[in-house]
Every structure is written in C-alpha cells, then in structure tokens.
C-alpha cells in the first residue's frame, strides 16, 4: 500500500551490470518506499532476475556503474550476508538444492544467524521447531519437509513455498520474490500469496517478479514496471498488469521507442 | 616421485624382521596349527621387504616415512582405568572388546563367553575362544586375509596373539551392535590388532571396529604405529554390517587390511571413516565366493594439513548374481593428500552382477591433492557396471544461497563440507555413534583447510 511519508527503503541509480563482460542492466532507476507492493514484468531474458541477484550480491555479476542505496546505506559495498542481515531478502526463481544439509536444521541456524545479528533472541533446536511449524501451517507446509535437505528432491512448488517460509523466518524489509507464482498450481498459489500478504506491513516492502496477472490478483501490486533490455521502460499502477496480459508487450516498446526518438 | 628410493629392499626387510624382534615372550598357543600359521608368516616376514612407490598397488602412497621411523612392540600394557576410557564407549553397545597397544584389556570390556548364554553368540579374545571355538576358527583365522605377499599382513599374522573373535551362531540375529575398541596410548609403539568375525547362516550382527587414541599428554606429538587385520566371513544368508572408524593421532600411522568372505545370498554393509593418522593405508577387500551375495562400501576419508589417507578396495564379483554398491568420498584440505583405488572385477561366469561404484572428492585447497582411480574389470558378458569419479570445489551457487540467507562465506562453506561427509556418516546405523562423527566432522570441517 502506498503510504503518506514512508520512508524510501531502496533507491536504485543508473544502475548498469554486467555478467562474463556482457553488460545485462543498462542504466535502471528504481525506487521503493516501505509500505509498497512493486511488480516488474518484462519478457523474457530482459533482465529480471539480473536485477534481483545484482542486490542480493551474487558475485558472478558484476556493477559497472550506478548506485544502490538500501535504508540509505550503500548497498553494493555489502557482502551478500550482510545484506541478508540488514533485511533484503531474495525469493530465488531457481532455488538450490543443498544435498546432505537438513532443511530444518538450516532453516534454524539462517535464523538463529540473522536474529543475533539483530540483536535478538535465538531459539533452541525446541523452540525453533514450534516456532517454524507454525509458520509451516500458514503456508499449509507439511512438517515432513525439515527433516530432508535442503529443496532438494522438492518439486517445483515446493521450492517455492521453501523460498516464502525462509521469508517468514527472516522476516525482512525488502523482499524481492523471483518467479515466486511459476509452478505453483492454483490452490498453491492462494495459500502462498495469503502468506506473503501476513506478512506484509506498512515498515516493509515486496518486490514481484512475474509474467502473470493470476498472482497480482490476489498480491494486488501498487505499481507495476515493465523491463526491457536491462531497464524499466514503463511504470504504471495495478491496471497496467491487466492491460499487458491482453495487449502484450509490444506497445509499451513501441511507445518507450517512439519518446525516445522524439527531437529535443 | 619423493624419496621412496631412500627405503631399500634389504633396509625394509630388515626394518620388517626389526619389528619382530621386539616381540614380546608370551605363552606359545598349545596347538600346532596356530604355531604353524605364526611360523609361516615370520617367515614371509623374513622374505617380504616393505613396498614402495615403484610397487603398483603403492604407486601414490609413500610410506618411506614409516620405515624411517622405529618402532617397537608394546612391553608393558598401559594400565587404563574404566573412566579414562569411558568417552569411547557406544551406548547402543552391550559387548565390548577394548585392546590397549594391541594387548587385549580384560578389565575394560564386557566379552560374551557364547556356552553360558542362550543364543550362544562368542564375542571374546581369542586367547579364550579358543578354549572351545577353536574349530570353528580354525578354518578361517588366517585364511581369508592373505599374507604370502603382503608385508603387513605378514606382520600382523606372524605377532599373533590376542584378537577380537566374534561368532554368531546360526540363526541367530544380535540386536546390539558389538564394539571392537583400539586404543593407542603409547609413543613408538607398534600394535597389530587383529579382528574375526565369523556369522554362521542366517544370522546379522553389526560390529564397530573402533581406533581410537589416549596419549599421554606429553607424548601428544609422538607416533605410534597400527598394522591391522580383520577378517570377516559371512555365511549363507547372513548379514554383518561393519562400521569402521579409524581416529588415531595426527603423528601416527595405520594400516589395515580387512578380507570379507560373501556367502550365498549374504549382505554385508561396511561404512568406514578414516579422520586420523598421518599415513593410513585401508585395503578391503570383498569376496563372493557364492551367488547372489549383496555388499554395499561406503567409506569417508577427512584428511587435512600433511595427512595421507588411501583408501585400497577391490570387490571380487567371483559368483553371479552378485551385487555391488560403493560411495566413497574424500574431503582434503591443507596439502593433504588423499587416494582411492577401488576395483571391481567380475570373473567369467559371474553373470547378471550389478555393480556401481561412485567416488566424489572435494578438494578444499589448491595444495590437496587426490589420485583416484577407479578399476572395473569385467569378464562377463550379462553384466550391469557403472563407476565414475568427480574431483572438485564446493558449489559457488550453492554458497551464494546460503549467504543470501545469512550464514557468512566461511560459515556456508563449513556447513557444505560438512554436509559432504555427512551423507556418509548418515549411513552408520548406530545413533550415538552418528552423532559422535558428526559432531568430528563439524569441528574438523569448521577448522579447515
Ligand atoms: N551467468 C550468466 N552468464 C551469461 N549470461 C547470463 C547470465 N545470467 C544471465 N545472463 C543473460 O542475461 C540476460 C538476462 O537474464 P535474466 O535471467 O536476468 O532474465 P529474466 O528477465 O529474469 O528472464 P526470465 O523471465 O526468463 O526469467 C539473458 O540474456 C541471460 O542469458
Ligand atoms: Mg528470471
């Protein structure tokens, strides 16, 4: 919700990245006020989830140029784990399988990890796992998932709902979900979105990745921005979704072309 | 190739008969077959020189530092009391056989005499089984673990004396497992423990083979020498799983050689987990000598700093419709280095043998160092083999996840280590124990490379 006075949480400058000397972003602005649902479409391969690993600080890609500024910190001089720590939070499109790490155990220590490091209070292998079933029944989780690896063997909507219980877990101030609704079926997709929209709250933030209006429906977004080519080319509000999924992606190219090639 | 050249065939022979010479006077075993066996192998010990690099089957493994060293039997069993030794023990174990230096400690264990107890089960130093096992020894005590040419067995065989002797007699299924417990506690000591298990038809036992250390604290540093032999023989239908942990000092050495006999559709299941020693040297090797038998090896070797760790295995498909499994995995840190050369052979006739051999190695620095290789021998034609072996890092995504969730670079690459391993430990089917590695492990990953 677009709130009078919130605070800006991440304010994104001419950002431009590049992985293996191909540049990827070129020049993308993109803010982000807490209280705000935001949603990025865009076709693909135009740089999404670039977009979204480039903040978390995945060290294949590399920032050429631009400034991340994340609760007026310099985001990109933060290693990934203190990123994690200070409150952004990254829903994968492609979650890992981690073989031969127990979920419940890693769930409990990422937690236990970022709680210290927020000063508060870390729970025993006991309380945790009262605590995390009963964010596992928001999700509809069965528990039988903490007793396995990490995602692995998971099936695709599985992993999905691994990715938003973490979420629940770290509770953080931004959190950007990558293709959170792909695979999921649509009893699934209700039961995760009702999940995220707990836990949103006027002090934090999401970000939503998707090609589809079906998770918009019910993650009603307050804005939505169209990518291409590394950058937002068109930002409009919840209606803009609906008329990209009956026109398509053509016009808003055709447009953001057209005001660009206008004289000065 | 270092200095294997240093070590002479007549330097190593004599190194060989040196050892033997510090034997101890002990009483001579009144019957003449074991007098024999013993006087067989002190022969070949005379005729046997220590192997180096130029013999194949020692090609990567330099053990010249172990013939630099000189080591003599133990003259006096350190006395230990129940609390010193307390840590070692399993709780899911309710018969134990600890041996100090090699030198069997009756204090200290809780053997199983076979004749008092209903089910009959021997689990006792063969110094006592004897008494009224010896027949069902006989036949296989030296038979199965070959020594004509192997120096080390040589050694072994000819110091023989006290030995772990577990019988399970027919049908006859033991719910706890039984621990074989060897504790080093003396510097420039050589030990030769000595292991037999004998599962008669139909019968399952589970036997943990433990190696484990108690120095005084000032000899810490100090190195002490283990040369074992294990032979276990399974019987038609039995089933043994044989859980083999090897934790000595950092200085030490340790070789071992462990013959498995299969019996007809028999299942043997071995995890071992080599941690210590500066060189050790593991040699199993699994017969079929029936149909239908089925064995599964898993083994892991967590070496780090200036430790060698080899892993020798060869699992013989003599009889057909046999199965093989083996994971075997090193993690090697510092300039460790470790080696894994498993061979699988099917002989003619050994038809419809399904075998699959996998070995995954992480190498955490750029000095360790692995040689693997990987042997599969067929010589039968309805057959299904699979092998393969990977060498490499931990997994940049993977790391990168588990930051994006907060765990720190270091911490995440503790933690896949560890989980690296612990697929093997998982495997050990006996709680406390699990989680007594897993607990190693943790520590040993978390202070690595
Ligand atoms: N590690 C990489 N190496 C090489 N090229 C890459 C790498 N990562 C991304 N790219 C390229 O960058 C471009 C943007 O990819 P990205 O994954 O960000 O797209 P996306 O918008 O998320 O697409 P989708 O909707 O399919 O998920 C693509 O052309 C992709 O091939
Ligand atoms: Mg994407």
Redesign the interface.
Known sequence: MIYQDSKVLLEVRGLCASVNGVEILKDLDFTVKSGEVHAIMGLNGSGKSTFAKVLAGHPAYEVTSGSVLFEGQNLLALKPEERARAGLFLAFQYPIEVPGVGNGQFLRLTYNTVQKQRGKEELDPLEFDDFVRDKMKLLEMNPDFLDRSVNEGFSGGEKKRNEILQMALLEPRLAILDETDSGLDIDALRVVAHGVNQLTTKDNAMVMVTHYQRLLNYIVPDYVHVMEAGRIIKTGGKALALELETRGYEWVSAEHQAAASVPV | MSDATALTPAIAGRYLESLLAGQPQRAASPLAWLKALRAEAVERVGALRLPTTRDEEWRFTDISLLGKTSFASALSATYLEAADVAPFYIEEATTRLVFVDGIYAPELSSPNAGSGTHSGVVVSNLTSAMAAHAAAIKPHLGRHAPFTNDAFAAQNTAFLHDAAVVIVPRDVSVAAPVHLLFIATQKEVVSTPRCLVLAEAGSAVTVIEDYVVLYQPRWQEEAHFTNAVTEVVLADNAHVTHIRVQREGSKAFHIANCAVSLGRASNYQSVSVALGARLSRYNLNVMHTAEGATCALDGLALISGRQLADTHSCIDHAQPHGTSRQLHKCIVGGSAHAVFNGKVMVREGAQRTDARQSNRNLLLTAKAHIDTKPQLEIFASDVKCTHGATVGQLD???V??????????A?ARN??T???G??IIDRIPIASLKQQLEQTVLEQTASLP
């Open positions: 940049s995504e993977e990168f996840y588990l930051q994006s969730r907060g765990l720190t670079d911490a933690l896949l560890y989980a690296f612990a697929e």
